[in-house]
């Protein structure tokens, strides 16, 4: 069942948090606000409202929360400002993460599929940072339910630790809960495997939950790695080390079956080594700190990819901090803080060239595009190897709408730097721009060839596809795009959407009612897919299953006109005509500025035969030929019950238009000449 939330989309919650976005997990309900007292974006999360049903919760949360808050600044670890109460219950006051373009920002979406190598050691090197960081900091503590729900990837496709708070306050009020009030006897409470469970005081995610916590042992820092270790595995597999659909024999398994190897997985065998490590059976086995796990990852993968970049500290921290909260101000609408926050960072990281590098591409979100010129020619003086810079200032010229400086910008930026993505991506936007497609998509293949999973090139590469209309490319790039997808994320569903209208344009109507299928599986409470699937059924004659559809789409949205229309046409092609006359009606009053739905009621009014509705018939074409001079069919129409009311005068004028409109209609050509005869 679908948790309810209890603040909406523009609420503002203790008079001070606009909430922007709201969502639900496992067990949390989190809002993206504006803070208005400190003009800054926040998150607030806490526990869904069942939860609360064990009075004694709101004390442990506090309790877990507060290690959390006085952890040290860390760019794996999302930062926790406190505890505010809000309607009597306490929500944790986070900070918000911003994510890379076209990519969700849990790493749980992202886990449809293996990952490269190189990108599932940089993110589980990520998460041995922030557990490391723990470790230094609060000796003894342990995060206790590390999973891909609980870890953000951001703007930087850095991955940053989260979540600390919630199980280990279930854990610690599961005493309470085990003598009467057990969370795991509640109703609402999800059996889903990947989601986290308090089974009788057992607090964790099972596909991920180490052999001493399913035997109901407190976790220390050697369950976390247990479950990096089972994380790690999935990246690189594409699916976690044990499988199981059942939790005693999912509980069988992580307790007695071995690791499984990854050599049909294609993956290197030298990892093999570091997995068997995190995932022994006894905690003894395992690395005996973070330091030593980190010690492995990273030597395993500058020996594979080189060097590591070790994590920002200090002015170049900050800087990234001004950043992510510039850019999550922008996105939420708060442009002057986002400008404050922006300058800030510019102001702060003059003296730390990558810093001021890296900034360069939030710069052209700025209002006052040429003030920002100065900011990113400066970025690119300060490290001159570096090619941020130019692709800075080609993303200014972009916006300023001046092209050649543009593209010259983003080819110093790949000169200098081959492997810079967002350059090639940039680069295939401006080309569009010029209506030279074809280069567009070269850019675009060549940033795959570099980065074969990068996102928005596909996505660029689609948009190049398409404007040279070659839609079988396109819809082949668009296969890939979905394919780098989770069928979780909400973004998927529109892009199955897109390839539906890919496979209509290429006359493929199965494969376009599979794709909506798809789109509707996932899309939740969106009508669309259900409307053009019905759509596609009504014109393949499948008029049960396209009205069910439409029912559907009236459900979710009971003010769509499409809805109303496609099935008063589906009902007319039936021989329901006054059904489809009321359907037809209710569309026109919705949209009365649509020259179709007059033109199929029309029809529908012609259909039913008698005078007064050959009347209405002729007064709903008149009335879309207004709205629409171009519509040969309404002409056509028009001329065509002309005719049978014997008015051969109007009737000729009628057709005549339907023919200079569409001269290829070689049945009006006929028509018209009866006509004539008439005359």
């Not at 990952?115 to 723990?134: K, M, T, Y």
């Not at 950043?323 to 002057?336: I, K, M, R």
């Not at 009347?615 to 009335?623: H, I, N, Q, S, T």
């Amino acid at each position: 069942m679908k948790p309810q939330l209890r603040y909406q989309v523009g609420q503002c919650l203790a008079a001070r948090y606009l909430v922007h976005k709201a969502s639900a997990g496992d067990l949390t309900e989190t809002y993206l606000c504006f803070d208005r007292a400190l003009f800054v974006p926040r998150t607030l999360i806490t526990f869904q409202a069942p939860y609360w049903q064990d009075a004694g919760l709101a004390d442990e949360l506090a309790l877990a929360a507060e290690p959390w808050r006085v952890l040290p600044e860390h760019p794996n670890l999302v930062r926790c400002y406190g505890l505010v109460q809000i309607d009597g219950r306490p929500m944790l006051e986070l900070e918000p993460n911003p994510a890379l373009p076209q990519r969700p920002t849990c790493l749980r979406d992202w886990l449809s599929g293996p990952l490269e190598p190189a990108q599932a050691l940089g993110f589980a090197i990520d998460v041995c940072r922030a557990l490391d960081q723990l470790g230094q900091a609060q000796p003894g503590a342990a995060h206790g339910d590390l999973q891909p729900a609980n870890i953000l990837v951001d703007q930087q496709g850095k991955a940053r630790l989260t979540g600390f708070a919630f199980a280990n306050a279930l854990r610690a009020a599961a005493p309470a809960c085990n003598a009467g009030r057990s969370v795991s006897r509640l109703p609402w409470q999800t059996t889903a495997l990947d989601a986290t469970q308090c089974l009788d005081g057992r607090v964790g995610t099972p596909l991920y939950m180490a052999p001493e916590t399913w035997q109901g042992t407190a976790p220390d820092l050697r369950a976390d790695f247990y479950a990096l270790g089972c994380l790690l595995y999935q990246m690189l597999a594409g699916h976690p080390p044990y499988t199981q659909r059942t939790l005693e024999g999912l509980k069988r398994q992580h307790l007695r079956a071995p690791v499984p190897g990854l050599k049909a997985a294609g993956r290197p065998p030298d990892l093999y080594q570091v997995l068997d490590a995190c995932l022994a059976k006894r905690r003894e086995d395992r690395f005996p700190d973070a330091a030593a796990l980190l010690a492995a990852l990273s030597g395993l993968y500058e020996r594979r990819y080189g060097p590591l970049r070790p994590p920002a500290t200090g002015l170049e921290l900050k800087v990234g901090q001004l950043h992510n909260q510039g850019t999550v101000s922008f996105a939420l609408g708060h442009h002057a803080e986002a400008l404050r926050d922006f300058a800030a960072a510019l102001q702060a990281g003059s003296v730390h060239p990558p810093a001021a590098g890296r900034l360069g591409g939030a710069r052209f979100l700025l209002p006052r595009y040429a003030d920002r010129l100065a900011d990113t020619a400066d970025a690119a003086v300060l490290d001159p190897a570096d090619g941020e810079g130019r692709y800075a200032r080609g993303i200014v010229y972009y916006y300023l709408g001046d092209n050649p400086r543009a593209l010259t910008s983003f080819a110093a930026a790949l000169e200098r730097d081959p492997a810079c993505v967002s350059a090639y991506s940039a680069g295939a936007a401006t080309y569009l721009r010029l209506g030279q497609a074809e280069n567009a998509a070269a850019l675009c293949e060549q940033a795959l060839a570099v980065a074969p999973q990068d996102r928005l090139a596909l996505h660029w590469l689609v948009k190049a596809r398409m404007a040279a209309r070659q839609y079988g490319p396109a819809r082949d790039a668009l296969s890939r795009l979905i394919e780098l997808g989770s069928d979780r994320s909400p973004g998927q569903a529109k892009l199955y959407l897109r390839r539906g209208r890919m496979h209509e344009r290429l006359r493929l109507e199965a494969e376009a009612i599979a794709d909506y299928g798809l789109a509707a599986a996932i899309g939740g409470d969106d009508p669309q897919p259900y409307l053009l699937r019905g759509r596609l059924y009504s014109k393949a004659r499948r008029y049960r299953d396209a009205l069910r559809d439409f029912a559907q789409a009236l459900r979710l949205q009971a003010g769509s006109a499409a809805a109303y229309a496609w099935r008063g046409v589906t009902l007319a092609r039936l021989g329901h005509y006054l059904r489809a006359l009321a359907d037809l009606t209710q569309a026109a009053a919705l949209d009365p500025q649509n020259a179709r739905v007059y033109y199929n009621r029309g029809l529908v009014h012609d259909r039913l035969g008698d005078q007064a509705a050959v009347a209405d018939a002729v007064a709903d074409l008149e009335r879309a030929i207004d709205l629409d001079s171009t519509f040969a069919r309404a002409f056509a129409q028009r001329g065509l019950i002309e005719y049978r009311a014997a008015c051969y005068d109007r009737s000729l004028s009628a057709l005549t238009c339907a023919l200079a409109l569409d001269p290829g209609q070689a049945r009006l050509w006929m028509q018209r000449a009866r006509t004539c005869v008439r005359l």
